[in-house]
């Protein structure tokens, strides 16, 4: 089902914490709402969920504007941080509870119930209460629970925090698979910007109740429409420069950094002046000096990872960058060293300051 905000406000007493958002999202799509805490993500899900009003706006499920309807009459799922589950019943009543809400006869929830749980390796743990499952479970029977009941919309609310990294990544391959097989729109919240661009068709970068930038992962990752949202996503250096002349939208400028002159890309027209340039670390390339006309820098820090050598790089001005190689020889440069950093001008980014 396609889900349409159209203006929404939200506010908490007199004090609106969401102002004027829209945004529309396809239908099946996984759409992520990242962001820092407090910004505004878990109140944007609660509103679409029901369980805050609304102060102004539409929420449309298809055609349906659900902004003014109960909770219970949405029939969102939803899946919590810290599971929501509840504590003295079993796993199957859990999974149950939705359906025997709405009066489903008890031989199909039954069915429906045993199925889920098989579907998620937790047939064999049905009659055991949460406290007897680990995190990765509770939250594969918080999952379930929301699907069973077939809704419109899935809503998740940073599912995945409190797991460690193995089962945050399992249970993540869990959501992605259950969510394609259900066809289901899905909303998802998180702070973490890899779980971002590892689940999403497309995200929201949100910034003090608005959204910053919209976009797939790709265009998020590679073409950040402010340092907010580059710093955000992933590492990237971030340098003060200026422009002589004008830029326009898609063209090239030559910026001139306390480090030296470089080409850059201006993903939207620019007025001559003050920039910022974007550079991912795995974007710069090294060579010797002398080995080429990139800018002149040495070796201040290193870092072996093993795939890869993360390497901090002094330049003239006082200029540091962050530079990450991998591939054959990424360890080859030592402390001390002097190198030419060469950057391609398409991956050079000029964004207003
Ligand atoms: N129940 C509430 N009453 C008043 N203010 C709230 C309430 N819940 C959240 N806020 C405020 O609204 C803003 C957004 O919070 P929240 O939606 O929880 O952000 P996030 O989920 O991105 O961390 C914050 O300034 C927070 O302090
Ligand atoms: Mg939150």
Do not use: W
């Not at 990294?165 to 992605?176: A, D």
Request: proline share 5%.
């Amino acid at each position: 089902m396609r889900i349409g905000i159209e203006d929404l406000a939200v506010a908490y007493d007199a004090r609106r914490v969401i102002d004027g958002l829209s945004v529309a999202i396809e239908p099946g799509s996984v759409f992520t709402l990242l962001g820092p805490s407090g910004c505004g993500k878990t109140t944007l899900l609660r509103a679409i969920a029901g369980f805050v009003p609304v102060a102004a706006g539409r929420i449309l499920f298809g055609e349906r504007d659900v902004a003014r309807l109960p909770a219970h009459r949405r029939n969102i799922g939803m899946v919590f941080q810290d599971y929501a589950l509840f504590p003295d019943k079993t796993v199957f009543d859990n999974v149950a509870y939705g359906l025997r809400a709405r009066n489903v006869a008890e031989a199909e929830t039954r069915a429906r119930v045993g199925e889920a749980l098989e579907r998620v390796g937790l047939g064999t743990l049905a009659d055991r209460v949460p406290a007897a499952l680990s995190g990765g479970q509770r939250q594969r029977v918080a999952l379930v629970r929301a699907l069973v009941i077939r809704p419109d919309v899935l809503l998740m609310d940073e599912p995945l925090s409190n797991l460690d990294t193995k089962l945050r990544h399992q249970v993540r391959e869990t959501i992605g698979e259950l969510q394609r097989e259900a066809g289901i729109t899905t909303l998802f919240v998180t702070h973490d910007q890899e779980e971002a661009l590892a689940m999403s068709d497309r995200i929201a970068v949100m910034n003090a109740g608005r959204f910053e930038q919209v976009g797939t992962p790709a265009e998020i990752y590679r073409t950040p429409c402010s340092a907010y949202v580059a710093d955000f996503i992933g590492a990237a250096n971030i340098v003060d420069a200026t422009i002589a002349s004008a830029c326009e939208a898609g063209g090239l400028a030559t910026a001139e950094t306390r480090g030296g002159r470089v080409a850059a890309r201006c993903p939207r027209a620019l007025p001559a002046g003050a920039v910022r340039l974007v550079l991912r670390p795995e974007d710069i390339s090294l060579a010797p000096a002398g080995g080429g006309d990139g800018l002149a820098g040495r070796i201040a820090r290193r870092q072996y990872l093993g795939s890869r050598t993360s390497y901090a790089i002094e330049l003239a001005g006082g200029l540091r960058l962050s530079v990450d190689r991998s591939g054959e020889g990424h360890d080859r440069f030592a402390i001390g060293d002097t190198v030419a950093l060469l950057l391609d001008p398409a991956r050079c980014l000029a964004i207003a300051p």
